[in-house]
């Protein structure tokens, strides 16, 4: 008998922070979930995480390489607003190492200048190269030493985690169930 849901989509519940498949009639099983594994709780509850947690105005800077390539950085721009319109963290702001704009200098500031009174800036990276061990971090020092009254914290990048092998899965069937294969003649 197949997992709960699987083959289905994944799908935002509970404001997005926890995902999940469709499980029939009765409900669904957990795949994954962020906020509630870092504050140790074993559900999505609102209470886990998020500003109701706390009194302090926390701003998300969401970090990309950047492209010369419009197109490519408008996929940011709609992480951004998927993340702000969730409701968790209302001030939310794209930011590139570089080709785009803003830099994250800007991004940073951005967010203080929206009343942010500490800032979160998540590498929005796969892989965890230079950019993300050396480049990402002297800039945030920099932007710390710029605002020496508000913390400044680089998240984890997105690097490995069991929601991505789900979705490379989706993508792998997705593609099967819609591109007609033909034998190779040898």
Known sequence: MPACGSGQPL???NAGRCWKRPCGENGAAMVGKNVSERSGTDDCSEKSGGEEATAMKTG????????????????LFQIAEFVREDGQYPIVQAAFLELAEPDIPTGIDLCIEQG?????????FLLTGSHVQQDLPK????????HPDIPIRVAESLGYHPILNEIVLERVDALLSSVEWEEEES
């Open 139 to 146: 800039w945030v020092g920099d932007a710390a030493r710029k």
């Open 60 to 75: 998300i800077v969401l970090v990309a390489h950047g492209s010369p390539e419009p197109s490519a950085n408008r996929e």
């Open 116 to 124: 942010a009174e500490r800032v979160i800036v998540v590498p929005y």
């Open 11 to 13: 799908r935002p519940t």
